[in-house]
């Protein structure tokens, strides 16, 4: 979907300045969005607003500081977002590299608030003007691990798919069209920044940003509720409708623990 001068619609992406978010914003740029950038690090975000203006001088483009922990943040980004914008990309997020039963309140708590609580709020902020304009996509950037019983990251991601997927069968027909993009292991800022050892991970099942944005979008526009970019993860979705719960389980805490490195 090309946007033609003029008619230029506005995109709000959490999570823009690494990895799947900032992937989207160049996607968006090039198809000829305005967007808002949100995330906590500003000098990255204004980085990325330069290099973007730099190859598409007729967009607005705006950054937004803000740490979705902290409620008077998440709060500003919510009234961006109630005056109305057209597409939404919850993707800011992070794991957690230790068990339910070691991490701390504080950790599980700020997770909630990043996975479960901004996303949420930010969805239904911008539901009223999108059914009012009869136009609006929202893709909440969940993850495989939603299907499967890895620990506190995996709940949070359940939680976003299941949304994604009610809110996709009560807004058909409306114009607005939701989507969970559910990918498998990709290669951005995320296990670095949880402390993941990922070094055994077969290299095949590495995506990259570009790759699972890209397959998002045509997702979205096809009318799709849930995106599993790449062939592995396609195969390892019929596994896993396949497999009985109790070995799901035990597959989903065997892969936590293997991510740990202390
Ligand atoms: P990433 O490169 O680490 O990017 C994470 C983004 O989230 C950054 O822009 C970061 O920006 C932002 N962020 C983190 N905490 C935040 C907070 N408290 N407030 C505001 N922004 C915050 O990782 P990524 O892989 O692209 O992650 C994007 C999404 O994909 C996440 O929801 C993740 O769960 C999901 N996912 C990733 C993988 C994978 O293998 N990489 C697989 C499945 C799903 P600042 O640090 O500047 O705030």
């Known amino acids: 979907m090309t946007i033609q001068r003029g008619l230029r619609r506005t995109a709000l992406i959490t999570g ?156 058909q027909g409306t114009g607005v069209k939701v989507l969970a993009l559910c990918p498998g292991f990709t290669r951005t800022e995320f296990h670095q920044r949880g402390r993941m050892r990922m070094n055994g991970l077969p290299k095949f099942l590495w995506l990259s940003a570009d790759f699972v944005s890209e397959a998002a979008w045509r997702d979205v526009q096809r009318g799709k509720a849930i995106s599993v970019p790449g062939w592995q993860y396609k195969i390892l979705m019929l596994i896993l409708r396949l497999l009985p719960r109790p070995l799901v389980r035990r597959y989903g805490m065997n892969a936590k623990s293997k991510q740990r490195k202390d």
């Open 16 to 171: 823009a300045t690494s990895g799947i978010g900032e992937s989207f914003s160049r996607l968006l740029a090039d198809q000829g969005f305005n967007l808002i950038l949100v995330a906590r690090d500003i000098t990255r975000l204004d980085e990325r607003r330069r290099e973007l203006n730099q190859k598409h001088p007729e967009l607005l483009i705006e950054t937004m500081r803000a740490d979705l922990t902290v409620e008077p943040d998440i709060r500003t980004v919510e009234s961006r977002v109630a005056q109305g914008i057209d597409v939404l990309i919850n993707n800011a997020g992070f794991g957690i590299n230790k068990s339910f039963t070691k991490s701390s309140i504080e950790s599980e708590r700020e997770l909630m608030a990043v996975l479960v609580e901004s996303p949420m709020r930010l969805i239904h902020h911008a539901i009223p003007t999108m059914l009012q304009n009869s136009f609006g996509i929202i893709i909440n950037v969940s993850s495989v691990a939603s299907f499967i019983a890895g620990g506190s990251y995996s709940a949070a991601k359940s939680y976003l798919t299941v949304l994604s997927e009610s809110l996709h069968s009560e807004l």
